[in-house]
Each structure stands twice: as C-alpha cells, then as structure tokens.
C-alpha cells in the first residue's frame, strides 16, 4: 500500500528482455534504496513492483508483460525520470489516500494551462474508468495522489501546484504523453457492493 506522495525522482538505467514478455528493470534511486532489502515493494510511476536486488542505490525488478501491457511502464528508456515511493508503513502519514499501486489503465495529456502559482492540466481517460472519477475525489496519476479539478465524459482535470510540477515527472511531461491511472479503490468496492446489492434484490 502506498500513499501517492512522491518521495524522489529515480531514472531508468537499463531494461532487459527475459523472455515470455517479461523485462528485468534495473531504476537509480538512492533515497527508496537506503533501506531496501529483497522482496519490498517500490512504487514506480504509480506501478507496484517487488525489489529482486539492489547494488548502489539501484534497484532491480521484475516486470511481467501483463504489466508491460497494461502500463506505460513499457515506453520507459534509459534515462527517463520515474516517480519513486517505498510502501507505507503502518504508523506513517497519510498524506495523500490509499493507494494499491494497481494501475487501473493508460490515460493522456491533453492539455496544460500555466497559472500563475499553478498549472491546469487535462487528462484523457480510458473508457470505463470514468465512472470512478469525481470532481474533488482523489485519483493517483503516475504515482502521484491528486484532487480532481473537473472530470468529463472521457476527461478530467487537476492543477497542480508548484512542488508537485517540479519534484514528479508531471513537470516536464508534454500534450500526448501517457501516464499510469489508478482510480480510487474506495469507489471500486462500493460499485460491487451496490451491484451484489441490486443482484440479491432482484432475486
């Protein structure tokens, strides 16, 4: 579980094919690696993955290709910046919301609108997942917890404030470029708890 509360930004240093559409990711971080130890979690980008090793303030891990699929994990290269978070720990702060680091799908950048103390930006998002999204809900964008601003149809907004623009990837992320979106898990839960509900009615 983590928090959606970007402790640093790590970069990709290498990725290696495995076979059956798998890669062994090799990510320089050497905050989340100061107390890493084989077999914690590390959020990368909002993506939960397991530490097999770590040597020198990097980290390795496995990513399967459901992962790869699912995720903008895939068009990651050599150098890129990634948002880092070690799992929460029980007595920790939350200080965004809960966060499983389960990506729900890819959305895009649509459009960015600088402010003076902010910036607006709009995301497209998949089908399917508007239904999870409220305005002033919470939603975690490339591991990063924020407040929904306005959502549409097929969008939503959120700004984002000067800490965030400089210490995540959003900042430098431009129109067109994916980003790992989880919904809320709260509203997952009620949605199938309302449909048992509405099922056990109808019987």
């Not at 397991?50 to 699912?70: I, N, P, Q």
């Not at 799992?87 to 609108?113: C, K, M, P, T, Y």
Request: net charge negative; hydrophobic share 45%.
């Amino acid at each position: 579980m983590f928090t959606g509360i970007v402790e640093e930004l790590g970069e990709i240093v290498r990725s290696t094919e495995t076979g059956d559409d798998s890669a062994l990711v090799a990510i320089r971080g050497p905050l989340v690696t100061s107390d890493a130890r084989h077999g914690d979690s590390i959020a990368v980008n909002g993506v939960c993955l397991t530490v097999v090793d770590v040597d020198g303030g990097v980290f390795t891990a496995d990513v399967m290709g459901e992962t790869l699929r699912r995720t903008a994990l895939g068009a990651l290269r050599p150098g890129d910046p990634v948002n880092l978070e070690r799992a929460a720990a029980l007595n920790s702060r939350l200080g965004g919301h809960l966060v499983q680091g389960h990506v729900d799908g890819v959305g895009e950048i649509v459009a960015r609108e600088p402010a003076a103390q902010w910036e607006t930006v709009r995301f497209r998002l998949p089908a399917g997942l508007a239904r999870y999204v409220v305005e002033k809900g919470s939603i975690t964008v490339d591991g990063v917890s924020l407040t929904v601003a306005e959502v549409g149809d097929d969008w939503f907004s959120v700004g984002l404030i000067p800490t965030t623009l400089k210490l995540t990837v959003l900042g430098a992320k431009g129109i067109g470029d994916p980003v790992n979106l989880e919904v809320d898990v709260l509203a997952k839960y009620v949605e199938r708890l309302l449909g048992d509900r509405s099922a056990g009615g109808a019987r």
